[in-house]
Nanobody
Framework: QVQLQESGPGLVKPSQTLSLTCTVS??????????WSWIRQPPGKGLEWIGY???????YYSPSLESRTSISRDTSKNQFTLQLSSVTPEDTAVYYC?????????????????WGQGTQVTVSS
């Protein structure tokens, strides 16, 4: 069974960089046709897709966040990371990592079959 676990600071100051790590167990982040994604949910709002790093190392980001977003990976640790720079209070959200299953459908319609539990990140001075 695949498990994902987010980790990182829960409080970030405005203008600083939000940095989160997702640790994956039970499956390799290099396995064909999986897309390792970051998704967030601001309070009272719906889910917002941030971006992914694919099984081959390719990355793709939401156009609205691309200028501030970087997703990378460490295959030796089976981890992938999110860095979101120049944060504001509007970036406050629960942040999730999740696995997109490209076996079922291609992006953006593929399902997310495994999710981390989510981690609250608050941007405040």
């Amino acid at each position: 069974q695949v498990q994902l676990q987010e980790s990182g600071p829960g409080l970030v100051k405005p203008s600083q960089t939000l940095s989160l790590t997702c640790t994956v167990s039970g499956g390799s982040i290099t396995t064909n046709f999986y897309f390792w994604s970051w998704i967030r949910q601001p309070p009272g709002k719906g889910l917002e897709w941030i971006g992914y790093i694919g099984y081959s190392g390719s990355t793709y980001y939401s156009p609205s966040l691309e200028s501030r977003t970087s997703i990378s990976r460490d295959t030796s640790k089976n981890q992938f990371t999110l860095q979101l720079s120049s944060v504001t209070p509007e970036d406050t959200a629960v942040y999730y990592c999740a696995r997109g299953d490209g076996h079922v459908s291609s992006w953006p319609s593929y399902p997310y079959d495994y999710w981390g539990q989510g981690t609250q990140v608050t941007v405040s001075s």
